[in-house]
């Protein structure tokens, strides 16, 4: 869905990078906050909705 929306909006599907999470460690490694966790250039982006 993410690769389909952002190729419809003319970007590079190319530059997304995916990370799977498997344990609490990495999860706080990599500021991991929910599921599913999205950065843009870096920074954390929170679902619209989303406490």
Do not use: C, K, W
């Not at 991991?32 to 989303?50: E, H, K, Y």
């Amino acid at each position: 869905m993410l690769v389909t929306a952002v190729e419809e909006l003319g970007l590079d599907a190319g530059s997304i990078e995916s990370l799977q999470i498997v344990t609490g460690e990495e999860a706080a490694r990599e500021g991991f906050i929910g599921s599913p966790t999205i950065r843009v250039n870096g920074a954390l982006r929170q679902a619209v909705g989303r406490a």
